[in-house]
């Protein structure tokens, strides 16, 4: 096997080309445009640091790719999805959580601290990495850093911009920030909940049946229309077609001219 060139796999597809070259993956065929601005490339591909050399933050497809992860220096997984398979135990060490109502915080809290004591790099992943494992991070950092939730989700935020947690989930981190504080702190970033709109506000001003409005009065004028003009005494004519000069003179006095292929009328 030849040796290879590069030690920095690809961000995009994990292999080992020189993708800032523009050169084509022999494996997978991936190619990045010299005129593509590369610099959040790695999103997809590298899970997000929330905290320097020790905590990560990913979905399942980041948990997939084992060489990436080695480059990184992650040697644990939490696995906060049952139905995500576990796909490397030879080489990671994994822990998975109950697929429980509500989450397992402090198991899960439980095993990230100890990763911390073993100075070990943890990812924590989910399908997609946008509700469940940031849940489980955003715990974490409110139980061992001591933050409120308001802090630790904007945190989380920052370092991960396709966080997007249901109400659900955000639900039970305020009852968590209430366990762990006893009261959860007001102006929380909760996910809108837009209510129905008021009747009486898409009125467009118009009154309502029962209003005692007063109906607005208009101009009793009446406007000039286009069609109230004289009438132009011009008299009827009439017109036959193919007619004679002589023929609509006759025409006039109602005389009509005989023709030699009319047959008289008996009487």
Same mark, same amino acid.
């Given at each position: ?10 961000g995009i597809?994990?292999?080992y ?5 523009g050169?084509v993956?022999g494996?997978c ?8 601005d590369q610099?959040?490339v790695h ?7 929330i ?7 990913? %979905?399942?497809? @980041?948990? $997939?790719? =084992?060489?990436l992860?080695k480059?990184?220096g992650? *040697?644990?997984?939490l696995n906060?999805v049952p ?6 135990k030879n ?9 429980e109502?509500?989450?397992p915080?402090?198991?899960a809290i439980q ?9 070990a ?6 399908? %997609?990495?946008? @509700?469940? $494992?940031? =849940?489980i991070v955003?715990?974490?950092l409110m139980? *061992?850093k001591g933050?409120?939730?308001?802090q630790s989700y904007q ?11 249901i109400?659900a989930?955000y639900?039970?981190?305020q009852?968590y920030?209430?366990?762990i504080f006893?009261?959860v ?7 809108p ?19 005692? *409005?007063s109906?607005?009065?208009f101009?009793s004028v009446?406007?000039t229309?286009?069609?109230?003009r004289?009438?132009?005494n011009i ?6 077609f193919g007619a ?5 003179l006759?025409?006039s006095?109602?005389?009509t001219?005989a023709?030699g ?7």
């Open positions: 096997m030849r040796k290879r060139e590069r030690e920095n796999p690809c597809c994990g292999h080309h020189k993708y800032e070259e050169e993956c494996i065929g991936h190619r990045v445009p010299l005129s593509t610099s959040g999103v997809s591909a590298f899970p997000s640091e905290l320097p050399d020790f905590l990560y933050l990913g %979905s399942y497809d @980041n948990a $997939s790719r =084992a060489e992860l480059t990184q992650i *040697s644990r997984v906060t139905a995500c398979q576990n796909l490397y080489s990671f060490t994994y822990h998975c959580l109950q697929d109502t509500p989450l915080f402090d198991d095993f990230l601290e100890q990763c911390r004591k073993d100075k790099r943890v990812l924590v992943h989910c399908m %997609s990495g946008k @509700n469940r $494992s940031p =849940a955003i715990a974490y139980k *061992s933050w409120r939730l308001n945190w989380v935020k920052e370092q991960r911009p396709s966080v997007d947690l109400p989930i639900q039970q981190l009852q920030e209430q366990q006893g009261s702190e007001s102006g929380n970033p909760v996910p909940v837009f209510p129905l709109p008021d009747t009486a506000a898409i009125a467009f001003g118009f009154p309502k049946a029962s209003d005692n *409005s109906t607005p009065a101009s009446p406007a229309s286009i069609f109230d004289p009438a132009l008299p009827p004519q009439e017109f036959t004679h000069k002589n023929e609509i006759n025409n006095f109602g005389v001219p023709n292929n009319d047959t008289p009328m008996e009487n």
